[in-house]
């Protein structure tokens, strides 16, 4: 039916039907709240709307969701509303309440100051499934009157229909974030399968399951070696802050006692509710975000193997309660990864080691067998009474010994190399990752471009420039961030690497290292650009033709 032909409808079910197909028209879950609020501000001339959603509990607000009140007056106030007084009637006892004058009501209370003098108020219930979603508030009629038994009439229709846009909008809702989180796994294992370490993949992991869970904030801490639970990757509203807290222990037992329980745990923190901030308050403000609203901590657990804790948290209540069993799937998922790439990882170096070791018994094989020929030489040339035969045969077995010391040495190096690929790309990756024990962290690379394009020179030069940059970052920075960008062009090379450490200080003089990617620049037609700052971190851009 169009809206056209809705309007036209006798008995002014028009207007209602207008209103129905409007809220319908959309799946987005905020944007359906807002029009449902809008819609029936203009269905029974209200100047102010909102639309209350309860959490799970049904006896508290989760979100409050208003229309009408201008941005000055929502400056004024001092907080929204919390669901106290007439809210907190309608929450009790769900079902339509008209008042004609909000000021003679008794239970009339809980005005968080600033906010707009209200006195006619209509409310109704908004039922999902039969349960209770929320609850549609409408005050000031705008004919200055109260409102009548046909606006209830038609604030509970309104209510009653947009129960199924609801409905709706939550399914595809879930349905969008099921294909997100499954995106998220996704590229935490190709990360993973592309070399990058567990540092860097937490980095990814705690990234997507903030934009994922739409929160501001998201914190992994993993069992360590010492069994303690620390803080691996961080991020929030101040990022530099969030860095700060990378490398941090929770000591609280509450923590331990989550990760030993295997079940998650949701805090709302309203102010004046210590409990919850207790726990992860303090968590929050280390990455810049309020001590009150919603955190939930989930357990990254996987068969016998407890990997750590997933913490988010939000502004508000949030998404919170939508997305904890999405949360839930995605820790045990996450944990499933990092213990198969951990193995994977421990089968490679046993492998590497049993190779090492049937090497060195070899060696020993071959080298005690080319000793013992050489002794029986030796031992045989004292029976010989030819001056010239002797010095032969002492300097053959001269030969033979340096040729054994040679073998040993040519093994020893060959072991202790690490493992350099054909693949360019490889190489760059394991020089970064190498990085990592000094750094405490392994810097992101990124490349653009066909690698294999480049010369044996000109790679030389970049695995130069990469290595000589990292070296700095670990001798001088103080860094807990860095990354590596490169772009491969036809013609020319741009190697981009940035940190958030200290910056280099004003009187500084220009390092050696630094002289010599200048020269290096200089030598392959481009220049070095060093941009820094105190506390501010350091960019480094080194440009050569390729």
């Known amino acids: 039916m169009s809206k056209t032909r809705a309007s036209a409808l006798p008995g002014g079910l028009g207007p209602l039907l207008d209103a129905v197909l409007n809220v319908s028209s959309d799946l987005e879950m905020r944007e359906v709240l807002t029009r449902i609020v809008r819609s029936a501000c203009e269905l029974v001339g209200a100047k102010y709307g909102a639309l209350g959603v309860l959490d799970p509990s049904g006896r508290h ?4 969701i208003a229309e009408g009140i201008t941005a000055k007056e929502r400056a004024a106030m001092a907080h929204p509303p919390r669901g106290l007084g007439i809210l907190g009637l309608l929450v009790e006892e769900p079902r339509p309440l008209r008042i004609p004058d909000l000021r003679r009501h008794p239970a009339s209370r809980g005005f968080p100051p600033g906010h707009p003098p209200m006195r006619s108020f209509l409310g109704a ?148 509710e210590p409990a919850a901030e207790a726990i ?24 016998p193997a407890s990997v750590g804790l997933l913490i988010v948290g939000w502004a508000g209540a949030g998404s919170a309660f939508e997305v904890l069993g999405q949360l839930e799937k995605y820790a045990a998922e996450v944990a499933l990864t990092l213990v198969a790439a951990r193995g994977q990882r421990d089968r490679e170096r046993l492998a590497l080691l049993e190779d090492r070791h049937r090497i060195a ?39 033979e010994l340096d040729g054994a010391v040679k073998e040993i040495r040519r093994t020893i190096l060959d072991l202790n190399q690490p493992q350099i690929s054909e693949d360019p790309l490889d190489e760059l990756r394991g020089l970064v990752t190498t990085f990592r024990r000094v750094l405490g962290f392994t810097p992101r690379l990124r490349v653009s471009g066909d690698l294999e394009a480049l010369d044996e020179k000109m790679l030389g030069h970049v695995v130069a420039v990469v290595r000589e940059s990292l070296s700095n970052v670990a001798r001088h920075s103080k860094a807990t961030k860095a990354s590596v960008r490169l772009w491969v062009e036809p013609g020319s090379v741009r190697v981009k690497v940035v940190d958030n450490g200290v910056g280099i200080p004003v009187d500084q003089t220009r390092r050696s290292g630094l002289a010599n990617l200048a020269a290096r620049a200089d030598h392959a037609g ?21």
């Open 61 to 64: 607000l989760a979100e409050f």
């Open 125 to 272: 219930p908004i039922r999902v499934r039969g349960e209770v979603f929320g609850n549609l508030y409408l005050t000031e009629k705008i004919d200055g009157g109260s409102f009548t038994e046909a606006d209830e009439s038609v604030l509970v229709a309104l209510a009653a229909a947009t129960g199924v846009a609801i409905d709706n909008a939550r399914r595809y809702g879930a349905a969008h974030r099921e294909r997100q989180w499954a995106d998220a796994v996704s590229d935490i294992s190709q990360a993973l399968l592309d070399g990058q370490d567990d540092l860097a993949a937490l980095d990814l992991v705690v990234e997507r399951a903030m934009a994922v869970a739409e929160a501001a904030m998201s914190v992994v801490a993993v069992v360590d070696d010492s069994d303690d639970l620390a803080i691996r990757a961080a991020v929030g509203p101040d990022r530099r802050l969030s860095q700060t807290a990378v490398g941090s222990i929770l000591g609280s037992s509450h923590w331990r006692e989550v990760l030993e329980t295997g079940q998650s745990l949701l805090l709302v923190s309203h102010p004046g």
């Open 280 to 303: 992860a308050g303090r968590l929050r403000r280390g990455t810049g975000l309020d001590s009150n609203g919603a955190t939930a901590v989930v357990p990254m657990i996987t068969g």
């Open 361 to 399: 018994r070899d060696m020993h094989d071959v080298v005690i067998q080319q000793l013992y020929a050489t002794g029986l030489s030796l031992q045989s040339a004292g029976l010989m009474k030819d001056r010239a035969a002797i010095q032969r045969r002492i300097e053959s077995a001269v030969d």
């Open 526 to 546: 481009g220049r070095l650009t060093v941009v820094s700052g105190p506390d501010s971190g350091t960019m480094l851009e080194w440009t050569a033709c390729g």
